[in-house]
T-cell receptor, first 118, second 117 residues
Framework: AQTVTQSQPEMSVQEAETVTLSCTYD???????LFWYKQPPSRQMILVIRQEAYKQQNATENRFSVNFQKAAKSFSLKISDSQLGDAAMYFCAYRKTFHQGGSEKLVFGKGTKLTVNP | DTGVSQDPRHKITKRGQNVTFRCDPISEHNRLYWYRQTLGQGPEFLTYFQNEAQLEKSRLLSDRFSAERPKGSFSTLEIQRTEQGDSAMYLC???????????????FGQGTRLTVV
């Protein structure tokens, strides 16, 4: 079974600074998807960024970028120019592909609580 | 249609009572998922539907839990004879599985927070 590990329960960053959240995962598959989701307090989970395992290029979405190391099974999220609105729980998640069969359910890590200090 | 909606947002119930939650997915989405999230944990998969068919259930889904998605639109999750261990946030998500197997991202609702006293 696939597992996702986030080893940092909490992280803090100064406004305008850069922070990196760590994630490792375990799978025997060669193709899959990895995601970072953001869950603000009392609000719904939203997708921050998505990476397809067969793509070697790291995904980027504005201030958010990932460092995808497939061999090491590592998938970290870098947030640049941190803003107060970035404060939230961040979840790393794994999903297998449609062609592998099954529900394509998301397998989540335990999350990292990010605090942004003004 | 502004997204996935869940009702109620909060539910407090006495142990032993039955509760039912509702999820309305994004209208064109054919896949619907239920997850459970306890304090300090990430969401855990419970079950999912492709249209009206329930295709997978987690071991977490005991016999006291049942989910339906009649007509492939909204879904309900019922918990019978609630226990204190059922206290959690219940999240619904939907996605669109297109032709060729391309699956969109999952869009989540705000969740239903259940407290069993």
């Amino acid at each position: 079974a696939q597992t996702v590990t986030q080893s940092q329960p909490e992280m803090s960053v100064q406004e305008a600074e850069t922070v990196t959240l760590s994630c490792t995962y375990d799978t025997s598959e060669s193709d899959y998807y990895l995601f970072w989701y953001k869950q603000p307090p009392s609000r719904q989970m939203i997708l921050v960024i998505r990476q397809e395992a067969y793509k070697q290029q790291n995904a980027t979405e504005n201030r958010f970028s990932v460092n995808f190391q497939k061999a090491a099974k590592s998938f970290s999220l870098k947030i640049s120019d941190s803003q107060l609105g970035d404060a939230a729980m961040y979840f790393c998640a794994y999903r297998k592909t449609f062609h592998q069969g099954g529900s394509e359910k998301l397998v989540f890590g335990k999350g990292t609580k990010l605090t942004v200090n003004p | 249609d502004t997204g996935v909606s869940q009702d109620p947002r909060h539910k407090i119930t006495k142990r032993g009572q039955n509760v039912t939650f509702r999820c309305d997915p994004i209208s064109e989405h054919n896949r619907l998922y239920w997850y459970r999230q306890t304090l300090g944990q990430g969401p855990e998969f419970l079950t999912y539907f492709q249209n009206e068919a329930q295709l997978e259930k987690s071991r977490l889904l005991s016999d006291r839990f049942s989910a339906e998605r009649p007509k492939g639109s909204f879904s309900t999750l019922e918990i019978q004879r609630t226990e204190q261990g059922d206290s959690a946030m219940y999240l619904c998500a939907s996605s669109l599985l297109g032709a060729g197997g391309s699956n969109t991202e999952a869009f989540f609702g705000q969740g239903t927070r259940l407290t069993v006293v």
